[in-house]
């Protein structure tokens, strides 16, 4: 023993101090353990010292980011592939690692930093520590969804992230707030069940859950009706948290009642995470065009009943909730065009969604209550009515926005397409567009009207959060073609089947499967 | 022997039950307040709720009697096992 840790320690001496900080594949489990990890440890540290238990987890937070960072730079444009354990795919368990994963891993801490509930308001103590653990729970499910190359170890996060969101939705503690989350967790484990049926019949098929395998057994083994089937049952499922049309029903009681920085997490990001799995499976798996015709057919269902509701809502977080469904329909449209092309409108929608959908929620902090309350507040809050009034033009289209050039990109693929679907699907977009444009004045108008306000202006941490989005809708503005160009290296990277097969089974291993 | 069925039932299982743990407590929580269990009467009150604080009336159904219909009073206590516990509602009237 002592020879060994003579050996260890020599190792250790001999070794460059700057090679230990260099990261390699495995270090990509980090960003989701170290999050799961401190979920654990926050309780007990808080009980040691308040302020240690506040730091740990905008620490964790800041570290994974750090560390996606650090991999994206050093890996640059090939995507890796980390094993956990050490044991090879199809065995073990993969993390994916291409730019797509990367982008929306890192998204989850930044995020999560943005919206952390304890930063600009005074709490403290026990419910403060549950409420961080929560989130760094969610944060850590989050991320690994993002990166998880495999479908148990998807199915595992995905409902890891369900439990932390249905305890984050009812941490106000009112009622009418548990009874939404009661309903949502009755959606959300009937979605479960759907996406595990559909898991098993994959499994029955093909006896394999890693992605890329699949990927290769799928022509033979998940054609015809079966597969569609367990594609229908997984999209079902997953789609629960994505806002897929019929099991939408949730959104606009859970965000009106949830605490606003839970709504603007949820809403913007662990949506479109639910997405990124869809697209996984996808572009790896179930490359049948039913698959497609599906998605189009939810999508565009869920746009127009979505948006009809935001028409009518009459208070200013249920519009803006209705509005995200809406929303999540054009995404779930834009990802079933055919090609990169589809890949990019898909990503363009859903970061777009993801910037303006946040910042709405942050506005609506403290904009709770009917649209008629917001009369005037345009005065106590000029900074706040401002942005509100810039998402809106952006979420319409207005020309040169980003909302504009993926609405155009929406549209052109769908035009391109040229099915009767995707022609109605079209229809669908422009329709919900003038709608819209009718609610989202609706409620600007109010803001701008000359009478006395009773509305408080939004915190200043929340009002700072949507200005730095605005900042950054604003700058993607300026340099639209740099972001295209951007995104379209990522879609080809992440819409190429081969590629992916080929990093998690490298030529040697390739043939033994 | 692939032990991946295996590992994904009792999976599934641990997750189950901790989801239904969860839905139990809810459940709890929800009657203490409201006194029911029936979704549609909780549906209903939490519409209610959301309204009110939201500072404007839910709008009737199109279908309702012309007055609308009362919702049933809010019992001002449930029994949960075999004790009795005061519902908000009780507790506003006893303070």
Do not use: C
Not at chain 1, 150 to 170: H, K, P
């Amino acid at each position: 023993v002592s020879s060994d840790f003579h050996a260890v320690l020599t190792q250790l001496a001999a070794a460059d101090p700057h090679r230990l900080l260099d990261l390699g594949a495995g270090h990509l489990v980090l960003p989701v353990v170290l999050p799961l990890l401190a979920a654990f440890l926050v309780q007990p540290l808080t009980r040691v010292s308040v302020a240690l238990g506040r730091l740990l987890g905008p620490a964790v937070l800041v570290s994974s980011a750090w560390i996606l960072v650090r991999l994206w730079v050093g890996f640059g444009d090939s995507p890796f592939v980390a094993a956990i354990g050490g044991f090879a795919a199809p065995l073990g368990i993969v993390f994916y690692g291409d730019k797509l994963a990367l982008l929306f891993a890192l998204l989850v801490p930044l995020l999560g930093l943005l919206f952390w509930p304890g930063i600009g308001v005074n709490t403290g103590g026990d419910p403060g520590a549950r409420r961080d653990a929560l989130t760094l729970l969610l944060v850590g499910s989050s991320t690994g969804l993002a990166l998880s190359g495999d479908l148990f170890n998807i199915f595992v996060f995905y409902e890891l992230a369900a439990v932390a969101s249905y305890g984050l939705v009812s941490v106000t503690g009112t009622p009418r707030a548990q009874v939404a989350t009661l309903r949502y967790l009755l959606i959300g484990s009937l979605g479960s069940v759907l996406a595990l049926v559909g898991i098993s019949i994959v499994y029955i098929q093909t006896g394999t859950l890693n992605l890329a395998h699949l990927a290769k057994l799928a022509p033979q083994l998940l054609q015809g009706p079966l597969g569609l089937s367990a594609f229908a049952l997984m999209l079902f499922g997953f789609g629960v948290k994505a806002e897929l049309f019929p099991f939408n029903s949730w959104v606009p009681e859970v965000y009106a009642t949830a605490p606003a920085r839970v709504s603007a997490f949820l809403a913007g990001l662990v949506s479109k995470l639910a997405v990124l799995i869809v697209v996984r499976l996808l572009v790896l798996v179930f490359r049948q065009p039913e698959a497609h015709q599906i998605l189009i057919l939810l999508g565009t269902l869920g746009m127009l009943s979505a948006e009809f509701a935001a028409w009518r809502a009459v208070d200013f977080p249920r519009m803006i909730a209705l509005s995200s469904a809406g929303q999540l329909g054009v995404v779930f449209v834009a990802f079933a065009i055919d090609g990169d092309f589809g890949i990019v409108a898909g990503l363009a929608v859903a970061l777009h969604h993801l910037m303006v959908k946040s910042a709405l929620f942050s506005l609506s902090e403290r904009w709770t209550g009917s649209i008629e309350m917001l009369k005037g507040a345009a005065s106590r809050a000029p900074l706040a009515a401002a942005l509100f009034v810039l998402f809106a033009l952006s979420l319409v289209g207005m020309p040169p926005l980003p909302g504009f050039w993926t609405k155009l990109l929406v549209l052109v693929g769908l035009a391109e397409g040229g099915s009767k679907l995707e022609l109605l699907a079209m229809l669908a977009v422009l329709v919900t567009t003038a709608l819209e444009s009718s609610y989202l004045f609706r409620v600007g108008i109010r803001l701008y009207d000359g009478s006395p306000s009773t509305m408080g202006p939004p915190a200043r941490w929340d009002t700072g959060v949507a200005a730095l989005f605005g900042a950054l809708l604003l700058v993607v503005t300026a340099a639209v073609s740099p972001v295209g160009e951007l995104l379209k290296g990522v879609a080809s990277q992440a819409n190429d089947q081969s590629l992916y097969v080929n990093t998690v089974f490298p030529k040697t291993v390739a043939r033994e499967y | 022997v692939d032990p991946l069925p295996q590992v994904l039932v009792l999976t599934a299982i641990v997750i189950g039950v901790g989801v239904e743990a969860m839905a139990v407590a809810m459940l709890v929580r929800v009657y203490r307040v409201y006194g029911t269990l029936e979704m549609g009467a909780l549906r209903t009150r939490m519409e209610r709720d959301m309204a009110e604080a939201a500072g404007y009336f839910a709008p009737a159904s199109s279908d309702a009697p012309a007055g609308g219909r009362p919702l049933p009073p809010v019992p001002q206590t449930v029994r949960i096992g075999a004790r009795l516990v005061h519902t908000e509602q009780g507790r506003g009237v006893q303070s």
